[in-house]
């Protein structure tokens, strides 16, 4: 079974800034891949990120970047140079078992 | 990337009706697609996956009488709320994924909130 967890519910950051979203995960399967998605008011999902189990290097995406520690099963996700548009809520997900099994998400505000 | 839309994108409807919401994939083939709920602040919870032209696998829990999910082509899968009660409005939302290994990328739908009076 896998479980994602992301254990900080919100978070404020101010514009300009860089802040760090949690995500540690558990799974027995020693192939998996971690994606982050961000979900805005609108309720679209919008991808951010992925990291696959067996990627040697972290991720990264513009100004998001994947800190991917596979001893401590850790997948935080870096938002640099915070913008006001970035406020919403992110969750972490893992890939598993021909299936998605997501975090409980983290709310982040972005203050000018 | 990807294009999937899902109609409507709200409905309200009486308690006792049945909602049919439609998820397409717009400019690829979608072997398999995948339904969430998502209650406000919570996270997505899947609730079934279906492959073109065999029956949806339902997640633990979920009423497979109550959800019917259809997937009738490549490019169509359809979830029906039948008798819908209060406790059924949520946030539903659709991905697709095309390919041997469907899991490793999905596209998602904007959703569709269903408020049932």
């Known amino acids: 079974a896998q479980k994602i967890t992301q254990t900080q519910p919100g978070m404020f950051v101010q514009e300009k800034e860089a802040v760090t979203l949690d995500c540690t995960y558990d799974t027995s399967d020693p192939s998996y891949g971690l994606f982050w998605y961000k979900q805005p008011s609108s309720g679209e999902m919008i991808f951010l990120i992925y990291q696959g189990s067996y990627d040697q290097q972290n991720a990264t995406e513009g100004r998001y970047s994947l800190n991917f520690q596979k001893a401590r099963k850790s997948a935080n996700l870096v938002i640099s140079a915070s913008q006001l548009g970035d406020s919403a809520m992110y969750f972490c997900?893992?890939?598993?078992?021909?299936?998605?099994?997501f975090g409980a998400g983290t709310t982040v505000t972005v203050r000018a | 990337g990807a294009v999937v839309s899902q109609h409507p994108s709200r409905v309200i409807c009486k308690s006792g009706t049945s909602v049919k919401i439609e998820c397409r994939s717009l400019d690829f083939q979608a072997t398999t697609m995948f339904w969430y709920r998502q209650f406000p602040k919570q996270s997505l919870m899947l609730m079934a996956t279906?492959?073109?032209?065999?029956?949806?696998?339902?997640e633990q829990g979920v009423e497979k009488d109550k959800f019917l999910i259809n997937h009738a082509s490549l490019t169509l899968s359809t979830l029906t709320v039948t008798s819908a009660h209060p406790e059924d409005s949520s946030f539903y939302i659709c991905s697709a994924g095309s390919g041997a290994f469907s899991y490793n990328e999905q596209f998602f739908g904007p959703g569709t909130r269903l408020t049932v009076l």
């Open positions: 279906s492959n073109e032209g065999s029956k949806a696998t339902y």
């Open positions: 997900a893992m890939r598993g078992d021909y299936k998605l099994s």
